[in-house]
């Protein structure tokens, strides 16, 4: 069983930045470590439907991410810590929302997310204007 944890919400202010943090653990379909999943950020506002934000290829390091958010998120990983990141700058008050981090036992990324398997408890972020 995988257990996902995210930190790093929070409220801030239309223009700045956050990161948030994906601290994966438990056991994988290789028993060993996560080298053979990919990585999906999403996030959920309320009365909308979950929309995928960013992924990685946990082993090649490829990214994928939304069109509302190119060029302003970033995603990465760092293989030491089992942990994957999302690095958000110049944030919009639309960028409010619940993220979520998610993992799936495949390399290759995919947008929906009834395709990833593993969910984090998800963490706020609020962006006011």
């Known amino acids: 069983q995988v257990q996902l944890v995210e930190s790093g919400g929070g409220l801030v202010q239309a223009g700045g930045s956050l990161r948030l943090s994906c601290a994966a653990s438990g056991r994988t379909t290789s028993g060993r470590t996560f080298s053979g999943y990919a990585m999906g950020w999403f996030r959920q506002a309320p009365g909308k439907e979950r929309e995928f934000v960013a992924a990685?290829?946990?082993?090649?390091?490829?990214?994928s991410q939304a069109d509302p958010v190119k060029g302003r998120f970033a995603i990465s990983r760092d293989n030491a810590k089992n942990t994957v990141y999302l690095q958000m700058n110049s944030l919009k008050p639309e960028d409010t929302a619940v993220y979520y981090c998610?993992?799936?036992?495949?390399?290759?990324?995919?947008?929906?997310?009834?395709?990833?398997?593993?969910w984090g408890q998800g963490t706020q972020v609020t962006v006011s204007s």
């Open positions: 998610a993992a799936r036992p495949s390399p290759i990324t995919r947008v929906a997310p009834g395709l990833y398997d593993y």
């Open positions: 990685i290829s946990w082993s090649s390091g490829s990214t």
